[in-house]
């Protein structure tokens, strides 16, 4: 039964440049998550994905946009890279949104602005 | 304001102590969730425990055990003689039904178990 997966684990890019993300949720789930983590914070949350639709959404700018595929595979994408977006992405899945269920989470994705 | 206060930013202990991670949340809901997840050092947050606001009932886990108390807002996680296996950062988060079921979550509790 696999899990959360993401890719890539670390990426590397430059003020300004356009960076995607991708998640895979756990086998059953229909519901993609994102949160941003920096270093010694909590988790923040960015947006969820449900049925292809973003139905929630905190408080990011419009350089962070998603995706929810027909498989229910997601990719998060971030445009005019600043150096504070710097920061573990994490993706977690559940099932059913606007749902309590408890959120399976992946490995995070290790982006580095400089 | 914070909706969910980890004030304990790092804790550190010898193996087999017992320690309490401490949790205080801000809810105007009447019904929500509580949870707690582990996150070790590869970066995955683990599902530990999920409580509901109807249910005060505390609960034990082998180890784990966790004390919900509405009256104090106050939602702590204890482990009883430690391991090394349980240094991690621990997160205590809460979902509301006001704001969809999202869960914020507290800036974590660093715990450094010694051998």
């Known amino acids: 039964d696999a899990g959360v997966t993401q890719s890539p684990t670390h990426l590397i890019k430059t003020r300004g440049q356009q960076v995607t993300l991708r998640c895979s949720p756990k086998s059953g789930h229909d519901t993609v998550s994102w949160y941003q983590q920096a270093l010694g914070q909590g988790p923040q949350f960015i947006f969820q994905?449900?049925?292809?639709?973003?139905?929630q959404r905190g408080n990011f700018p419009d350089r962070f946009s998603g995706h929810q595929f027909p498989n229910y595979s997601s990719e998060l994408n971030v445009n005019a890279l600043l150096l504070g977006d710097s920061a573990l992405y994490l993706c977690a899945s559940s099932l059913g949104a606007t749902t309590n269920s408890p959120l399976h989470f992946g490995n995070g994705t290790r982006l580095t602005v400089t | 304001a914070q909706k969910v206060t980890q004030a304990q930013t790092e804790i550190s202990v010898v193996e087999k102590e017992d320690v309490t991670l401490d949790c205080v949340y801000e809810?105007?809901?009447?019904?929500?969730?509580l949870f707690w997840y582990k996150q070790p050092p590869s970066g995955e947050l683990v599902f530990l425990i999920r409580?509901?606001?109807?249910?005060?009932q505390n609960e034990i886990s082998g180890r784990y055990s966790w004390n919900f108390q509405k009256s104090t807002s106050s939602f702590n996680f204890t482990i009883t003689a430690s391991q090394v296996v349980d240094s991690a950062v621990y997160f205590c988060a809460l979902s509301e039904a006001g704001g969809s079921y999202i869960p914020t979550f507290g800036r974590g509790t660093s715990l450094i178990v010694h051998p």
């Open positions: 809810t105007r809901d009447t019904t929500y969730y």
């Open positions: 409580r509901n606001s109807f249910d005060e």
């Open positions: 994905y449900y049925e292809e639709e973003e139905r």
